[in-house]
């Protein structure tokens, strides 16, 4: 059953009056495995020991954070979703879609919220048809993550922010050494949204856009859609310089291994790369004609109502003081990734964290290069699916680019008349 199947009463208790003191229990899928998962159980605890009437039964939801959106679909059906759960961005406007989600927006407008402090693409991800349906979770951008020792080797200069696309090809074909299973750069070609998301910063740089400005209609396919992906079919098929992965777990490691050159990737990838104590740098993505737009893949930490004012309040609550800036700076710095809230900046949290984190300031100012948030229609998550695996099968060379997107444009059309 689809989520548009599910459609609800909406937030009839986050609009009661809600009582601060009472008992209450609440439940959040964190969608975090190992060590993340553990720090977040510590920051529950943390919170209810401050706050002895709320208890936080914590768990990861689900296997994977990928399985996550099944598990709410099937959890939406007998009323046992959480109260709280991550959610990947792209999938906001189905679970707003559900008539399970809190609407916060007049809470978000209280100037001692700080709404302002969050990126505008992770403003953009949380709001659904006027409703802010959540908070950000992670904040993130692409850019380049490249191995220096490679670059060395090669006599190449380093990527630059002047760096355009072909500057970026030409590169990878210098790296890609065959006889010692070498490669330029890497491509997840599993067909899934990180296929996709990819393709979007080539398109708009050019001048493309995902959908009309209804939101109703595809444009993907147009010319600048076609000139994007056959820049990648043109690398993959014709250079060999990148690296196909069919299962979006492989390039990461053998990049670490010092099998592939240059990642276009995002700050998630530091952790690992410090861990490995690899010699690497970080630049902002290549560019066409001077614009270096890329995307942000903002996550979220959904508010889910129960008919129950205690429960609707305590969650967002709760969320509230797991995106303050203090909190936070233990959290989203700790573990790599971008600061949520502008005003971390000026912790001394953030000034280690840029020193243990080489590079990682350039993933913060490119957030300024985040210009564009990804759809929040109705039909996203099929249209992506379509258009990913469009890319796939171009990139193996199993098809035109120009053919493809016009049969993923034709499939994705009927979706977004759902």
Not at 1 to 15: D, E, F, I, K, S
Not at 31 to 43: F, I, N, P, T
Request: glycine share 8%; aromatic share 10%.
């Amino acid at each position: 059953m689809t989520l548009a199947a599910l459609v609800l009463a909406g937030c009839a208790g986050a609009q009661k009056t809600a009582d601060p003191n009472a008992p209450v229990t609440i439940t959040w899928w964190t969608g975090q495995a190992d060590d993340q998962e553990k720090q977040l159980e510590a920051l529950a605890a943390e919170y209810h020991a401050a706050h002895p009437n709320i208890t936080i039964k914590v768990s990861p939801g689900a296997p994977t954070t990928d399985d996550l959106l099944t598990k709410l679909s099937a959890a939406f059906v007998g009323g046992t979703h959480p109260d709280i759960s991550y959610a990947y961005g792209s999938w906001a406007t189905q679970l707003a879609q559900s008539g399970r989600t809190q609407d916060i927006s007049a809470l978000v407008k209280d100037p001692a919220i700080g709404w302002d402090e969050f990126p505008p693409s992770a403003r953009a991800t949380a709001t659904v048809d006027g409703k802010v349906i959540g908070l950000p979770a992670v904040v993130d951008n692409l850019g380049i993550i490249y191995n220096r020792k490679l670059f060395d080797q090669a006599k190449l200069a380093y990527p630059n922010a002047d760096w355009t696309w072909d500057d970026f090809r030409s590169a990878a074909k210098k790296l890609t050494n065959q006889a010692t299973n070498v490669y330029g750069t890497a491509y997840p070609v599993s067909g899934s949204e990180n296929t996709t998301w990819v393709l979007w910063p080539l398109l708009w740089q050019r001048g493309g856009a995902i959908l009309s400005k209804d939101g109703r209609t595809p444009e993907f396919n147009s010319d600048a859609g076609v000139q994007a992906l056959t820049f990648l079919r043109d690398m993959a098929v014709t250079d060999k310089s990148i690296y196909l992965d069919q299962t979006d777990e492989k390039f990461g490691p053998l990049f670490l291994d010092g099998r592939v050159g240059m990642l276009i990737s995002g700050p998630w990838q530091l952790y690992d790369i410090k861990e490995r104590k690899l010699d690497y740098g970080v630049a902002v993505l290549p560019g066409h004609n001077g614009d270096h737009q890329t995307i942000s893949g903002p996550d979220l930490w959904t508010l889910f109502d129960h008919d129950d004012p205690n429960r609707a309040k305590a969650a967002s609550d709760f969320v509230l003081w797991l995106t303050g800036k203090d909190t936070d700076a233990r959290w989203s710095l700790a573990n790599g990734n971008l600061p949520l809230r502008d005003s971390e900046k000026a912790l001394p949290a953030y000034q280690t964290f840029v020193k243990e984190y080489p590079g990682v300031e350039t993933f913060v100012e490119n957030l300024g290069n985040a210009k564009q948030p990804r759809p929040t229609v109705p039909g996203y998550v099929e249209l992506s699916q379509y258009v990913g695996e469009a890319i796939s099968q171009v990139m193996q060379g199993a098809a035109d680019p120009k053919q493809a997107l016009d049969a993923a444009a034709k499939k994705s059309l009927e979706a977004l008349a759902q």
